[in-house]
């Protein structure tokens, strides 16, 4: 008996053991002050988002407050650096790194479970990783991606071989398949798809390699095999006329495109794969803030709204307001969002750092002399880097 009564005991402590640790520890409570520039047509949704918050934690209540989007930064930083300011900002993701240099918002990595981070897109989660912190969750994604029409290119090109076939193919008429971007915005993501990247985690240039020379030889292939274009509005006019079956774009033309030529005649695909990889395209978030000024029970209630705000239901409420999910899992009744969700899955984060401003005119001076003059693509990319490593050394210095 004393044999039975012990072993119980045991099991009750184990299970009292798992059950603290299945905790999320004491339910928020009090305000949350909330700023953000939303839309007019987005706010119906953030409300319902708050409601639903609401009934779970009916102990916190809000303080919702508009600002205009060329406003909201600046009025946030002043608020913060002066002990005010929301409990939560809602904002652009190139914020971000500076308002965290600042001590003006959380690193909320400590706050965020494992299994919790691993159910945001990883693109989109690199965006709100700096220094080693996480400085925000992104509520929202958008970003560059490969749209077909299914009329001029029935199936998708699954490898690069495959689309550079398409690629190289004849036009019918004036109908071609492919009409290919290699503006750096729009192909600068292929690098680190193919197993290359642009840049070190601090910045420094990574692209002068082997990899680099790879991918700058693949962009001259687009232009000289088929129908090219280097930062330019053809591709997306010859799209929408029905006269070319692939082009790469931004997700934010989506609409656009599906009025042109029928949402039933569109696809955007996954990036096709190669022998490295697989091709990709650089994801944009918008993201969600906690204060730095947000401790204790604000620093618990704000943490439990974005913990909130991404998970299924808060991510498929958003969906009405035409944002695209930053988790797997959710169901999009959309069919072009869902894609968007897939090709999402292969995309790269857009570097939201400073150093970032170091390397726009140095890799357009760079492609355009590779691409249009034939220029030696390993001696091109060494310039570019020396280039933007003097560029980066007066960034640093004025910080």
């Not at 300011?85 to 706050?111: C, H, K, Q, R």
């Not at 906690?290 to 409420?317: I, R, V």
């Not at 691409?371 to 020396?386: F, Q, R, V």
């Amino acid at each position: 008996m004393f044999k039975k009564l012990g072993a119980l005991l045991v099991a009750l402590l184990v299970l009292s053991v798992a059950l603290a640790a299945c905790s999320s520890g004491p339910a928020p409570t009090g305000n949350i002050t909330l700023w953000h520039s939303w839309k007019e047509s987005e706010i119906p949704a953030l409300n319902e988002v708050i409601a639903a918050f609401q009934a779970k934690y009916p102990e916190v209540t809000f303080d919702v407050l508009y600002v205009p989007f060329d406003d909201l930064r600046g009025k946030y930083e002043t608020a913060v650096a002066t002990g005010g300011g929301p409990t939560v900002l809602i904002g652009a993701a190139d914020w971000g790194p500076a308002l965290y240099d600042a001590e003006l918002i959380a690193d909320v990595s400590d706050l965020a479970k494992s299994g919790f981070l691993k159910t945001i897109n990883a693109a989109a989660l690199g965006a709100v990783q700096y220094k080693d912190a996480l400085i925000g969750l992104p509520q929202t994604i958008k970003g560059v991606v490969m749209f077909r029409n299914k009329q001029i290119v029935p199936t998708a090109p699954a490898t690069l071989d495959d689309l550079l076939k398409l690629h190289s193919a004849a036009p019918k008429g004036d109908v071609y398949n492919t009409d290919l971007e290699a503006g750096f915005f729009f192909s600068a993501a292929h690098l680190n798809g193919i197993g290359g990247k642009l840049m070190e985690a601090n910045g420094d240039p990574a692209f002068s390699s082997a990899k680099g020379v790879e991918w700058a030889q693949m962009l001259a292939t687009f232009g000289k095999t088929g129908l090219g274009e280097y930062y330019t509005d053809n591709d997306v006019n010859l799209f929408k006329a029905g006269k070319a079956g692939i082009i790469i774009d931004g997700s934010w033309n989506m609409t656009g495109l599906a009025e042109a030529i029928g949402a039933a005649n569109l696809a955007i695909d996954p990036w096709p794969t190669t022998s490295g990889g697989h091709l990709s395209g650089y994801v944009q978030t918008e993201n969600i803030y906690l204060s730095a000024n947000a401790l204790d029970a604000a620093e618990t209630a704000g943490w439990a709204f974005m913990e909130f705000f991404l998970g299924k239901d808060a991510q498929t409420t958003l969906v009405k307001a035409g944002h695209i999910p930053a988790i797997a899992g959710v169901e999009v009744a959309d069919p072009l969002m869902e894609q968007t969700v897939k090709a999402f899955e292969r995309g790269t984060a857009f570097p939201v750092i400073p150093e970032m401003g170091a390397y726009w005119e140095s890799m357009d001076n760079a492609l355009k002399s590779i691409l249009n003059e034939g220029a030696d693509p390993a001696a091109t990319l060494k310039t570019a880097s020396d280039n933007i490593t003097a560029k980066i050394k007066e960034i640093r210095a004025g910080q």
